[in-house]
């Protein structure tokens, strides 16, 4: 089934404190520093100062931010710190960068002979998208997951964070995954908002995603523009 439209949107104070938690986890935001004033912070995304204000409340929630009252908010660095995008490794070549995603298509079809083994059932959804990173094409997305997850998944229900609507729609945890990041060509399915053509060699990320039960339940690939991202993992 084609599908066109962008996937649900995240509500826009997640998307905020998602955008300032990548930019603390990239380094680009320093323990200790001090954040605008809430106006000048609301001003710069575009929202009234009250979207603001949650999107710092759940940035403090998760141990990113300190709000010290008469003071300001300041930047702190919590290592167990949870994120939409905790998984998510590209990010712009200067580091952050907030993601979205356009759904291609989406389908419940046989795996893929060249799969590893994931999950029980003979079938899979699988996702296709291009990803953005602050509104900038970076990669295209093939997403199968096990079809025994769900007897039907419905492409309007699915929200831009796919291991976000599979935990709060599916019970679905993922609790780690295994990368392996070398060169591909650009699949002939790609669009043309895409940089790099069909055929063209590019990054490229294989993954197996594990449930909570410590079972493969997901098999992604990623293929990613090298002039726009780059896949970081860091090490604590």
């Known amino acids: 089934m084609p599908a066109t439209a962008p996937l649900g949107a995240l509500p826009t104070y997640v998307q905020i404190s998602e955008a300032i938690a990548r930019d603390i986890l990239a380094g680009r935001l320093l323990s200790g520093e001090k954040l605008p004033t809430e106006r000048r912070l609301a001003e710069l995304h575009g929202v009234a100062v009250g979207t603001l204000r949650k999107a710092l409340a759940r940035l403090e929630e998760q141990g990113l931010l300190e709000r010290v009252q008469g003071s300001g908010n300041y930047v702190r660095q919590a290592e167990d710190a949870e994120s939409v995008y905790a998984f998510f490794r590209l990010e712009l070549l200067g580091g952050g960068g907030l993601p979205t995603a356009r759904m291609l298509a989406f389908d419940r079809l046989a795996k893929p ?51 976000h ?18 060169l591909s060509q650009v699949p002939d399915w790609s669009v043309d908002q895409f940089g790099p053509s069909p055929r063209i060699t590019c990054g490229y990320v294989e993954r197996i995603a594990f449930d909570q039960h410590a079972a493969p339940i997901e098999f992604s690939r990623n293929w990613f523009d090298t002039s726009v991202a780059t896949y970081v993992s860091r090490l604590k």
Do not use: C, H, M, T
């Open 113 to 163: 002979a060249d799969a590893p083994d994931f999950g029980p059932s003979p079938e899979a959804y699988r996702f296709r998208r291009l990803r953005f990173l602050n509104d900038q094409p970076a990669a295209l997305e093939e997403i199968w997951l096990d079809a025994s997850v769900a007897r039907e998944i419905a492409v309007g229900e699915v929200s831009e964070s796919l291991y």
């Open 165 to 182: 609507f599979y935990k709060s729609r599916l019970g679905l945890w993922i609790s780690r995954a295994e990368d392996r990041v070398g």
